[in-house]
């Protein structure tokens, strides 16, 4: 049998009028892919509405923030310590652990000169171990150079915990031996299949309140706006994922191992395919819902299907949607052909088309079978 070590996943979705990621310039991001202008959305953009997602529903949230002194002395303060002393606990954090060698830096701000990625649950643990020591750092608290009071490698590791967030995506802080981790999760740009020229909309707001002599409006400005059917592009390493979850000591991994990493990817799916940027969401309300989801486990290499758009696909009379849907299938066939079918482990999709597309597996009738499929593919030792 074959082992399972990626899941690739190939999304198609139309975008109505809308601007879900924008520039500097507030246009609609775009490239040029096979010579033509596309709409473009950033994995950024995407990503991170995604991670909100899996952290809300495996109740894991994580915090990207630099301010991890006025955190810890904020709980403290709410514990019933004086800001001064609170405040002291917070620095603490960042002179125990090293400032001086790592480059943890204290701003004048109350903020660290590093950006640190850590579960939230990691500020309560930062906080109790502070109460741990609060004698030290109040006896250290009044000197103009404080000595680092609390235990360096109990800070460090708190501070390089992780959870399925960082385990999927990463994390990057490399100021602390240890706690940079490999994200097991790729994440491409999204981008229209076919050309699109941005539309400008011309608006005004009416002043409300104006006198009967006084006309015009209050303001007037204008904004770009684009639509289309993007192909979006992710996957997953199923061994970095299942290596990140082992016990540091075990020499392997346990059925429980797969069974949070089945959990953990069924997460990530879900999110995948339903979360959207929240880019001018309010003025367009461009709720859409995927149009077609291909998922393969494959046991060789990742395997992008983006260059089946590489030409532009051309709006036919039933719109851009269904001859993007056949150009994938197509593309995909011709991949099978080239590079054969033995290492796929399980592919299948599911979407809006009601026609066979050879060449994308398995037709399931809905998305949450796809997804139930695709990770019990995956994961075959995982519990039910």
């Known amino acids: 049998m074959k082992t399972p070590k990626y899941l690739d996943v190939h999304i198609l979705q139309t975008l109505p009028y809308s601007n879900v990621n924008r520039d500097d310039l507030g246009s609609p991001k775009t490239l040029v892919y096979g010579g033509t202008p596309r709409t473009r959305v950033s994995s950024q953009a995407w990503k991170r509405p995604v991670r909100l997602m899996v952290e809300d529903d495996l109740g894991e949230p994580t915090a990207r923030t630099r301010r991890v002194p006025g955190h810890v002395s904020e709980r403290l303060q709410q514990r019933g310590w004086p800001r001064e002393l609170a405040d ?9 652990a090293g400032e001086k060698e790592t480059g943890l830096k ?3 701000d109350g903020s660290s000169a590093a950006l640190f990625y850590l579960p939230t649950s990691a500020l309560d643990d930062l906080a109790d171990l502070a109460e741990e020591y609060r004698d030290a750092i109040a006896a250290e608290a009044g000197n103009k150079k404080p000595a680092a009071v609390l235990p360096k490698a109990r800070l460090h590791e708190l501070i390089t915990e992780r959870n399925a967030s960082i385990n999927l995506f990463g994390r990057m802080l490399a100021e602390i031996p240890g706690a940079g981790v490999d994200g097991n999760v790729q994440f491409a740009h999204a981008f229209t299949t076919h050309g699109t020229d941005p539309e400008i909309d011309f608006f005004t707001a009416v002043d409300d ?4 002599d006084q006309h015009g409006s209050g303001h007037m400005n204008s904004a770009e706006f684009s639509a289309g059917v993007f192909y979006r592009y992710a996957c997953l390493d199923l061994t970095g994922l299942m290596r990140g979850l082992a016990a540091p000591q075990a020499s392997g991994t346990s059925a429980a191992d797969h069974t949070y990493a089945a959990q953990l990817t069924s997460a990530f799916l879900t999110a995948f395919l339903s979360a959207l940027p929240s880019g001018k969401q309010n003025s367009t309300a461009a709720n859409t819902l995927p ?3 291909y998922l393969a486990v494959r046991s060789d290499r990742p395997i992008s299907l983006a260059p089946a758009f590489e030409s532009p696909v051309r709006a036919e009379s039933d ?3 269904a001859p993007s849907f056949r150009r994938l299938a197509d593309h995909s066939t011709k991949i099978r052909r080239l590079w054969g079918t033995s290492e796929i482990v399980f592919d299948g999709y599911a979407g809006v088309e009601d026609k066979p597309l050879t060449g994308l597996g398995t037709a399931v009738d809905s998305y949450p079978e796809l997804i139930t499929s695709a990770v019990g593919a995956a994961f075959p ?3 039910a």
């Open 88 to 96: 002291a606990a917070g620095k603490q954090i960042l002179r125990s």
């Open 106 to 108: 204290y701003e004048k």
């Open 209 to 212: 309140l104006n006198q009967a």
């Open 291 to 293: 149009d077609l989801a």
């Open 319 to 321: 719109g851009w949607a």
């Open 381 to 383: 030792e995982a519990q």
